[in-house]
């Protein structure tokens, strides 16, 4: 009797086992995990990316230079504008803040007015070269933020300048 | 006992390194004769005696005014070794004695115990060829005021000898910048005419400049980068309230009150180029009065509040041109020079005095329309980063800001250029100069 109800019980497991068996074969397997999706490719689309601002060599450049008392933007420094111009077309998030600056010779207050004027040229020329006006503004330290403080052309040439701020990626 | 943790040890460490910097600190600016005194007044100032019965004041009375006289250019004291008797009133003054040192003038004074407290100053100021008072007074005063009271005095003897009023009794504003590159950190200070009693108005570790005094002395208005762009601020000095009064988008530079303390000229380049605008301080309404895509900047006003003067480079480079405080017509001023700018008009509008540019030099000149004309030329000061020139309220002279060594410092020169004579702080530069109102008792 007992060896009945043993073989019972160990009938009943294996048909329990075999069902369970049977029902795991019968799920469909789980499908295959999708191929991943391929990364977007860097220069493919021709747009600049936040990293180009570290890598670029055109857009590593964030620095105008200008003449005594004048503050028209130089030919040479044309290729900038056109690489920082295109980074504010590819990226409508981006911001710049141009900050103008003058050296130490001329009145300050002077001088306040003649880093505006060529933050201005430079934010013209950028708008010229395809950027937007709503993604650049220009802010003036005159002759007070200068980065040397010799008084000679070689450091006054250093502080007549536009310095090119992203303050947004 | 418990050991100090690190950060009390620090702590106590720092507060060591400020009390030593305020010590030297306190010794405010350095005043050195550069120039002689050729053609002044030689005039002798005897020392004052203190004949009260407690402590005689700190401050000796008498080189206080020697030492203001000296620096106006236009006196000559005699030294004090030279000095050979010292009589503290008329009747025991040995007028030969005088004549024979050569002295045109003589002041005598003594100092008794005020009844009320403090003490008070007797002086008295004697014409030596004529044997003749020209002035005598007594001036009270707190103990810790004595210096205030021999500037007074001064004050009192230059009027009398020159019969312009005197300018010993005012302060000056300035700027100071110390340290390097972003460790810079700037401070908006107010001292006697003579560089004593330095104190700090604001610090800031964003450039301040441009101070500008109201009409009462009582504030400051200056511009302050400390919001990021540049702003305007009006400042309380006995209070310390400010606040910024303008700070619009662009450049909000060169505050200028009217003569009456109720309006600033001021510099906006909201409307697209930096020019003249006066705001109204009750009401803080704006009138723009210059309109040109040329730089406009650095309005002074007139005596009687109806013209300004300022720098525009519409003509290519800056020059001077007035305009009326309504608005209207603009006309140059300025003729000689390549560039002039930064214009400080004297009380009585006589004299304009310009930072003037010629090539790679900057000198303060200074232009004379007494004589009628297109007025009359002189240069005052050696360049060649001469700027920021402020008039003595009684236009006798000229405060400015220079370099030197590679550091800011400022000069006071006579109005006539005979005498220039340097402040320079202990450390850091000194720049941004200007000079008070006469003082209110």
Same mark, same amino acid.
């Given at each position: 009797m007992k060896t009945n109800y043993r073989l019972l019980t160990a009938a009943a497991v294996c048909v329990l086992l075999a069902a369970c068996a049977r029902q795991v074969q019968e799920e469909a397997p789980p499908p295959p995990p999708p191929p991943p999706a391929p990364t977007p490719a860097p220069v493919d689309d021709g747009r600049y990316q936040p990293s180009d601002l570290d890598s670029d060599s055109c857009l590593r450049q964030r620095v105008v230079y200008f003449d005594f008392d004048r503050d028209n933007v130089r030919s040479e420094f044309q290729q900038i504008m056109n690489c920082h111009a295109k980074y504010l077309r590819d990226r409508p998030s981006a911001r710049i803040t141009l900050e103008g600056h003058a050296d130490e010779r001329g009145s300050r207050e002077y001088n306040l007015g003649l880093g505006e004027r060529r933050g201005n040229n430079v934010r013209n020329a950028l708008q010229a070269a395809g950027?937007?006006?709503?993604q650049l503004t220009v802010v003036s330290y005159g002759e007070e933020r200068p980065t040397c403080t010799v008084s000679a052309e070689s450091c006054w040439s250093q502080n007549r300048r536009v310095e090119i701020i992203y303050t947004a990626r | 006992m418990p050991m100090k943790s690190v950060p009390q040890l620090l702590a106590i460490l720092l507060a060591l390194c400020f009390a030593l910097a305020r010590t030297a600190g306190a010794q405010g600016l350095e005043i050195e004769i550069t120039d002689g005194q050729a053609a002044a007044t030689p005039i002798v100032v005897v020392p004052f005696e203190y004949v009260g019965t407690s402590a005689a004041p700190d401050t000796d009375i008498a080189a206080v005014i020697r030492a203001n006289l000296n620096r106006s250019g236009q006196f000559r004291t005699l030294a004090e070794n030279d000095i050979v008797e010292r009589p503290q009133r008329g009747p025991e003054i040995n007028f030969a004695t005088w004549r024979l040192l050569g002295q045109e003038y003589i002041t005598v004074g003594r100092i008794v115990d005020n009844p009320d407290g403090g003490y008070r100053v007797e002086f008295e100021v004697f014409d030596?060829? $004529? *044997? +003749? $008072?020209?002035v005598g007074l007594a001036l009270a005063g707190r103990p810790q005021a004595m210096r205030d009271v021999a500037h007074q005095i001064s004050d009192h003897i230059y009027e009398a000898v020159t019969g312009v009023r005197g300018a010993f009794w005012t302060r000056i504003a300035y700027v100071t910048a110390t340290g390097t590159g972003d460790g810079i950190r700037y401070a908006l200070m107010v001292a006697d005419a003579d560089g004593h009693n330095p104190q700090p108005v604001v610090r800031s570790s964003q450039p301040l400049l441009s101070p500008a005094w109201s009409p009462d002395g009582r504030r400051l208005a200056y511009v302050s980068f400390e919001r990021g762009n540049s702003s305007i601020y009006v400042h309380e000095i006995a209070t310390g309230a400010r606040e910024a009064v303008a700070a619009f988008r662009g450049i909000n530079g060169a505050p200028a009150w009217s003569p009456d303390g109720s309006r600033l000229a001021m510099t906006l380049s909201r409307t697209g180029s930096p020019q003249i605008h006066i705001m109204d301080l009750a009401s803080r309404e704006l009138t723009q009065v210059t309109n040109h895509w040329a730089i406009d900047t650095e309005a002074a006003w007139s005596a009687d509040g109806q013209h300004l003067y300022f720098t525009s480079d519409r003509g290519g480079k800056p020059q001077i041109y007035r305009v009326a405080a309504t608005g209207g017509e603009v006309s140059r001023v300025t003729? *000689?020079? +390549?560039y002039n700018a930064r214009a400080s008009v004297s009380f009585d509008g006589n004299k304009i005095a310009v930072a003037q540019g010629a090539g790679n030099v900057y000198r303060i000149a200074v232009m004379d329309r007494s004589l009628g004309g297109s007025g009359r030329w002189q240069t005052l000061s050696p360049g060649n980063l001469d700027e920021s020139p402020s008039f003595a309220p009684n236009a006798s002279m000229i405060i400015y800001a220079t370099r030197e060594a590679g550091r800011g410092v400022l000069y006071a020169v006579s109005a006539d250029g005979r005498v220039r004579q340097r402040l320079v702080l202990a450390d850091g530069d000194v720049r941004e100069p200007a000079w008070s109102p006469y003082r209110q008792r």
């Amino acid at each position: 009797m007992k060896t009945n109800y043993r073989l019972l019980t160990a009938a009943a497991v294996c048909v329990l086992l075999a069902a369970c068996a049977r029902q795991v074969q019968e799920e469909a397997p789980p499908p295959p995990p999708p191929p991943p999706a391929p990364t977007p490719a860097p220069v493919d689309d021709g747009r600049y990316q936040p990293s180009d601002l570290d890598s670029d060599s055109c857009l590593r450049q964030r620095v105008v230079y200008f003449d005594f008392d004048r503050d028209n933007v130089r030919s040479e420094f044309q290729q900038i504008m056109n690489c920082h111009a295109k980074y504010l077309r590819d990226r409508p998030s981006a911001r710049i803040t141009l900050e103008g600056h003058a050296d130490e010779r001329g009145s300050r207050e002077y001088n306040l007015g003649l880093g505006e004027r060529r933050g201005n040229n430079v934010r013209n020329a950028l708008q010229a070269a395809g950027g937007s006006a709503g993604q650049l503004t220009v802010v003036s330290y005159g002759e007070e933020r200068p980065t040397c403080t010799v008084s000679a052309e070689s450091c006054w040439s250093q502080n007549r300048r536009v310095e090119i701020i992203y303050t947004a990626r | 006992m418990p050991m100090k943790s690190v950060p009390q040890l620090l702590a106590i460490l720092l507060a060591l390194c400020f009390a030593l910097a305020r010590t030297a600190g306190a010794q405010g600016l350095e005043i050195e004769i550069t120039d002689g005194q050729a053609a002044a007044t030689p005039i002798v100032v005897v020392p004052f005696e203190y004949v009260g019965t407690s402590a005689a004041p700190d401050t000796d009375i008498a080189a206080v005014i020697r030492a203001n006289l000296n620096r106006s250019g236009q006196f000559r004291t005699l030294a004090e070794n030279d000095i050979v008797e010292r009589p503290q009133r008329g009747p025991e003054i040995n007028f030969a004695t005088w004549r024979l040192l050569g002295q045109e003038y003589i002041t005598v004074g003594r100092i008794v115990d005020n009844p009320d407290g403090g003490y008070r100053v007797e002086f008295e100021v004697f014409d030596v060829s $004529r *044997q +003749e $008072r020209l002035v005598g007074l007594a001036l009270a005063g707190r103990p810790q005021a004595m210096r205030d009271v021999a500037h007074q005095i001064s004050d009192h003897i230059y009027e009398a000898v020159t019969g312009v009023r005197g300018a010993f009794w005012t302060r000056i504003a300035y700027v100071t910048a110390t340290g390097t590159g972003d460790g810079i950190r700037y401070a908006l200070m107010v001292a006697d005419a003579d560089g004593h009693n330095p104190q700090p108005v604001v610090r800031s570790s964003q450039p301040l400049l441009s101070p500008a005094w109201s009409p009462d002395g009582r504030r400051l208005a200056y511009v302050s980068f400390e919001r990021g762009n540049s702003s305007i601020y009006v400042h309380e000095i006995a209070t310390g309230a400010r606040e910024a009064v303008a700070a619009f988008r662009g450049i909000n530079g060169a505050p200028a009150w009217s003569p009456d303390g109720s309006r600033l000229a001021m510099t906006l380049s909201r409307t697209g180029s930096p020019q003249i605008h006066i705001m109204d301080l009750a009401s803080r309404e704006l009138t723009q009065v210059t309109n040109h895509w040329a730089i406009d900047t650095e309005a002074a006003w007139s005596a009687d509040g109806q013209h300004l003067y300022f720098t525009s480079d519409r003509g290519g480079k800056p020059q001077i041109y007035r305009v009326a405080a309504t608005g209207g017509e603009v006309s140059r001023v300025t003729f *000689q020079g +390549e560039y002039n700018a930064r214009a400080s008009v004297s009380f009585d509008g006589n004299k304009i005095a310009v930072a003037q540019g010629a090539g790679n030099v900057y000198r303060i000149a200074v232009m004379d329309r007494s004589l009628g004309g297109s007025g009359r030329w002189q240069t005052l000061s050696p360049g060649n980063l001469d700027e920021s020139p402020s008039f003595a309220p009684n236009a006798s002279m000229i405060i400015y800001a220079t370099r030197e060594a590679g550091r800011g410092v400022l000069y006071a020169v006579s109005a006539d250029g005979r005498v220039r004579q340097r402040l320079v702080l202990a450390d850091g530069d000194v720049r941004e100069p200007a000079w008070s109102p006469y003082r209110q008792r």
